[in-house]
């Protein structure tokens, strides 16, 4: 059983990678650098940052599940890693489903069903390997 999860984390680090590349095609898609032109200097600054250190942190994660996914299903520190990412893919659900907007939802039907199945997919996968017994 523990291979089937550790082959489970490994397309989990295959779905961040594909984040990982979404995010940089979003930037251009959704214009920005265009959006933000108006916004003050640290705004934008600070909306940079942010998604840098986002994209830092999919990143960290893929590195873990595709080349110590065993580490997530360890007693201790890996459970309490893989719980939290769990709760962090769930809370990107809940994110989606009631705070964006429901008409750029709409207009973008395909993109978000598309990425509520990656992140819901996402949390079950990290919430299986917290529950998993050995």
């Known amino acids: ?10 397309l989990a680090g295959l779905i961040c990678v594909g984040l990982i590349v979404a ?3 979003a930037a251009p898609r959704l214009g920005y650098a265009r959006n933000l032109a108006g ?3 640290l ?10 250190y986002i994209v830092f942190l999919i990143a960290a994660l893929a590195l873990l599940c595709l080349g110590w996914p ?3 299903l360890e ?3 890996g459970r309490v890693m893989s719980g939290f990412f769990a709760l962090f893919w769930a809370s990107r659900v809940v994110v989606q489903l009631t ?4 008409m750029e ?9 598309f990425f509520l199945i990656v992140f819901l997919s996402l949390a079950v996968i990290f919430a299986a390997a917290t529950l998993i017994e050995r």
């Open 70 to 72: 065993e580490l997530l």
């Open 75 to 77: 007693p201790g520190m």
């Open 105 to 113: 939802r709409r207009k973008e039907r395909f993109w978000d069903v």
């Open 99 to 102: 705070y964006y907007d429901k």
């Open 39 to 41: 916004s003050d200097k």
């Open 23 to 25: 995010n940089f095609v």
């Open 43 to 52: 705004v934008r600054q600070i909306f940079y940052v942010h998604c840098a």
């Open 1 to 10: 059983m523990t291979l089937d999860f550790i082959l489970f984390l490994r």
